[in-house]
C-alpha cells in the first residue's frame, strides 16, 4: 500500500474509530480491509443474518424500510457512525436492509471479529459506541418528528447539508431516485423542490449532480433538525484536523458553532456609537469648507499668473488657528518663504498654503 493509499484509508477519517486511544486503534486495523462502495451496494438485507460491520470514511449510506408499497429511508449514515448496530446491541437479524446512497469508501471488519473485538476492548470501544448509538437515536427521533411536521423543502435542505458534511465537498452526485427515498415522495415532486432552492440561488442541479452554491441560504431553508443533529454528532464525537502523509489538510473538522455575545459599556444602546466611533466620525463642517478652500486655493494660486504669484508678501508670519475635528484648536506656525527674484510661480510649501486657507476662510489678516 502506497503512502497515498495508507491515507485514504485512514481509520482516523472515521469519527468512532478516530475517538479511540492509538494503541487501541491500531490493534483493530489489522482486522480493518478497505472497500469501495459504488452506489446501490447491499451491506445487509432484512431477515438475513449481518456477516460484516463497516465504517464509512467517505459517502452516504441509508437504512431503509420496505413499506406495502415504496421504500422509505429511517437514517443515513456517513463517516460520523457505524453500518452494522444490531451487531453491537447483540440483536438479531435486521428488519431493514443497509445501501450505499452516495458512492465512498468504507473499512471492513467481519462480524465474528468484532464480537471478538468487543469484548477484548470492552471497556473504551463499548463507550465509543454507546456513543454513537445516542447520537444515531438522536437522528432516528428528529427524522420522525421531521418528516410528520416540516415541509418538504426544508427536509431536502436538510439532507443536503447532511450529505454535503459527509462528502466533504459542495459537489456530489445525487439521483432522484434517492431524492425521492429520502423525501418520501414521487420524483415528479423531486425536481419541483430542488427546482425551487436552485431559484432560490442555493444549489445546481443537472444529471444527477448536486452543487452547493450558498450554504448559508441553504442552511436558512432547512429546518432546525440539521443543527441539531449536528450538535450531538459533534458533542459524542468532537472534530479534528487531519492530514495526509504529504501534510496536506484532509478536511478540517470543527466543533459546533458557538456564539459569543458581544459586551457593551451599561447605559449604552445598542447601535449607539461609542467613544471611538465618534472621534473616527469625520466633521462634516470641516469636509465641506475644505473642498471650498480647495478650489478658491486653485482659482487664486494654482492657475494664477506669475506677476500675481511675485506681488504675493515675501515673508509670512504669526500663528494662525486651523480646526480640527475633535473641535480644538491647532497651533500651527506660519513657514517663511524665501523671496526670489525671478520671475516664474514660487508655489508656496503645504503648512503655508494651509496658513493662507485657514486666513482666507476665517477673514483674518495675516501679518
Same mark, same amino acid.
Given at each position: ?34 472497500? =469501495? ?5 447491499? /451491506? &445487509? ?8 460491520? &463497516? ?10 424500510? =420496505? ?21 453491537? /446491541? ?95 415522495? *414521487? ?17 445546481? &442541479? ?7 452554491? =450558498? ?5 436558512? @431553508?432547512?429546518?432546525?433538525? &440539521? ?40 447605559? *449604552? ?13 469625520? =466633521?462634516?463642517?470641516?469636509?465641506? @469648507? ?78
Amino acid at each position: 500500500m502506497t503512502g497515498s493509499e495508507a491515507g485514504h484509508h485512514d481509520p482516523r477519517r472515521n469519527r468512532v474509530l478516530a475517538a479511540l486511544s492509538d494503541r487501541d486503534r491500531d490493534q483493530l486495523a489489522g482486522n480493518l480491509t478497505a472497500v =469501495d462502495m459504488p452506489v446501490g451496494t447491499a /451491506l &445487509y438485507q432484512p431477515g438475513e443474518p449481518i456477516s460484516a460491520v &463497516y465504517f464509512p470514511l467517505l459517502g452516504v449510506f441509508s437504512i431503509l424500510t =420496505d413499506l406495502d408499497g415504496p421504500t422509505v429511508e429511517v437514517v443515513t449514515v456517513g463517516d460520523e457512525g457505524m453500518i452494522g448496530l444490531p451487531v453491537f /446491541l447483540g440483536a438479531g437479524v435486521p428488519t431493514e436492509r443497509a445501501i450505499c446512497q452516495v458512492e465512498g469508501l468504507a473499512l471492513r471488519m467481519e462480524a465474528d471479529v468484532f464480537r471478538h473485538e468487543i469484548a477484548i476492548l470492552d471497556g473504551p470501544f463499548q463507550a465509543v459506541l454507546q456513543r454513537y448509538t445516542q447520537s444515531m437515536f438522536t437522528q432516528l427521533a428528529r427524522n420522525a418528528a421531521c418528516n410528520r411536521s416540516h415541509q418538504t423543502r426544508q427536509r431536502c435542505a436538510r439532507w443536503l447539508l447532511m450529505t454535503a458534511d459527509r462528502m466533504h465537498s459542495d459537489q456530489f452526485p445525487l439521483t432522484q431516485e434517492f431524492l425521492a427515498q429520502m423525501l418520501a415522495m *414521487r420524483r415528479s415532486s423531486v425536481s419541483e423542490v430542488a427546482g425551487a432552492l436552485a431559484d432560490d440561488g442555493c444549489i445546481r &442541479y443537472s444529471r444527477g449532480s448536486i452543487t452547493v452554491l =450558498d450554504r448559508d441560504r441553504l442552511e436558512t @431553508n432547512a429546518c432546525s433538525c &440539521y443543527r441539531v443533529i449536528r450538535d450531538a454528532t459533534d458533542a459524542a464525537f468532537p472534530r479534528t484536523t487531519l492530514r495526509w502523509p504529504d501534510g496536506s489538510v484532509v478536511r478540517q473538522r470543527c466543533t459546533a458553532r458557538q456564539r459569543t455575545p458581544q459586551r457593551r459599556p451599561a447605559g *449604552r444602546r445598542v447601535g449607539s456609537p461609542g467613544p471611538m466611533d465618534q472621534a473616527r466620525r469625520p =466633521d462634516p463642517w470641516r469636509r465641506e @469648507n475644505c473642498s471650498r478652500l480647495s478650489a478658491d486655493h486653485r482659482a487664486a494660486h494654482v492657475k494664477a499668473p506669475a506677476r500675481e504669484l511675485a506681488s504675493a508678501p515675501a515673508v509670512l508670519t504669526g500663528v494662525v488657528q486651523v480646526g480640527c475635528s475633535t473641535g480644538d484648536a491647532q497651533r500651527r506656525p506660519a513657514v517663511r518663504r524665501r523671496p526670489s527674484a525671478s520671475p516664474r510661480p514660487i508655489m508656496p510649501s503645504p503648512s503655508s498654503r494651509c496658513s493662507q486657507l485657514s486666513a482666507l476662510f476665517s477673514g483674518t489678516k495675516l501679518a
